[in-house]
Structures are given as C-alpha cells and as structure tokens.
T-cell receptor, first 111, second 115 residues
C-alpha cells in the first residue's frame, strides 16, 4: 500500500537553511504537498509540486522532487523562529484525491 | 468566506457514549474529507464525499463510525459507543474538484478525549 516516511525531528539555528526529507511509495501520484501545522492550529498548505517537475521555488521555500528515488525535500532558506512547527509531506491518491501523510517532521529553530 | 469550520473544537466524553461532530466546508467546495490524527502521527484518511455521495471509506472506519453529508454542504461524523482508542483529533477538509492542484483546505479540528 501507499506509505510516506519522514524523519521525526530537525533542529537548526535561526538564519540557517532547513532541509526536510520525505520518501513516498506511490509512483502514480500526480501531486505532492508540504503542509505546516502549528500548535493548536489546523494544517496549512505551504507548497505543492506536480509530478512532472523536478524543482519548484516559492520565496524562501524550495521543493525538490526525485521521481526515480521517490524522494521529496523541502528547503527553507533563512529559517526563522516563526518557522518552528511540524511539517507534513503528503501524496495525493489519483482516484479519490485523498491525501496520504507522513508522520511529520518537528522543526525546532533556535535563536 | 472564512474557511472550513468544525464544531465543537473540543469534546470530552465517557467511554460508551455517542458523539457527533460537524464540519462546514468552504461554500462552493464539492468534496469533503474526514481525517483522524493521533498524537505524533500524520492525519489518516477516514472517508470522503463528493457532493452528498460518500464515495470511499477507510478500513479505519469501523461500523461504530458513520458520516453523512445530507445536502452536499455540511457534514457530520458520528461515533457510537466510544472507546478510549477513539481519542484523537478529527480533521475535516474540503476541496473543489477541477482546481489544478486540488488543494484541500483543513479546518481546525475537533479534539476528542474519551475517558
């Protein structure tokens, strides 16, 4: 079945870059997403990438997709304390559009 | 439009009681999804509707769970005879089929605690 895996924790210093990695199994997924969840708040879509793209840049965010290895990464440049949150990678099932989420990576940004 | 709303935000109940949650999606959205999130895990899919039709249910959705979307607008999720293992955050999301990237907009969730 489908499975999405992420490392659980990442700690960086303010101003550094953060890289959060994700692997997925469903090679037919057309879209892959990164969501952010802050304590007490709902999931917020940060960015997405279409499966025929290798890279997508959106301000401080860069998404890299390696379809051959089924590897997705999210790079946050100039990480700020406000970026501290849990980041979820998700793939979209083609049929009904449900999202399959990873366990989430808790990003801690130290001043 | 203020986004997806869920009610209540928190629910504490005793084991064996029934609970019902409500989700109001973004008004023009035709798809509505329910997910469950336990501590330290990502959300897991439960079920989804396209308009009023329930098109898919996860194996996680035991026969104690039922969901409805009677007029293709708001949805309810009922859990009968709650168990401690039902304690989780229940998330609702809506989307508009036809958008290129089919973004699902999530509500704030209903946190259920079963004592």
């Amino acid at each position: 079945g489908e499975d999405v895996e992420q490392s659980l924790f990442l700690s960086v210093r303010e101003g550094d870059s953060s890289v959060i990695n994700c692997t997925y199994t469903d090679s037919s997924s057309t879209y892959l997403y990164w969501y952010k969840q802050e304590p007490g708040a709902g999931l917020q879509l940060l960015t997405y990438i279409f499966s025929n793209m290798d890279m997508k840049q959106d301000q401080r965010l860069t998404v890299l997709l390696n379809k051959k290895d089924k590897h997705l990464s999210l790079r946050i440049a100039d990480t700020q304390t406000g970026d501290s949150a849990i980041y979820f990678c998700a793939e979209k099932e083609n049929q009904g559009g449900k999202l399959i989420f990873g366990q989430g990576t808790e990003l801690s940004v130290k001043p | 439009d203020t986004g997806v709303s869920q009610d209540p935000r928190h629910k504490i109940t005793k084991r064996g009681q029934n609970v019902t949650f409500r989700c109001d999606p973004i008004s023009e959205h035709n798809r509505l999804y329910w997910y469950r999130q336990t501590l330290g895990q990502g959300p897991e899919f439960l079920t989804y509707f396209q308009n009023e039709a329930q098109l898919e249910k996860s194996r996680l959705l035991s026969d104690r769970f039922s969901a409805e979307r009677p007029k293709g607008s708001f949805s309810t999720l009922e859990i009968q005879r709650t168990e401690q293992g039902d304690s989780a955050m229940y998330l609702c999301a809506s989307s508009l089929v036809g958008l290129t990237y089919n973004e699902q907009f999530f509500g704030p969730g209903t946190r259920l605690t079963v004592l």
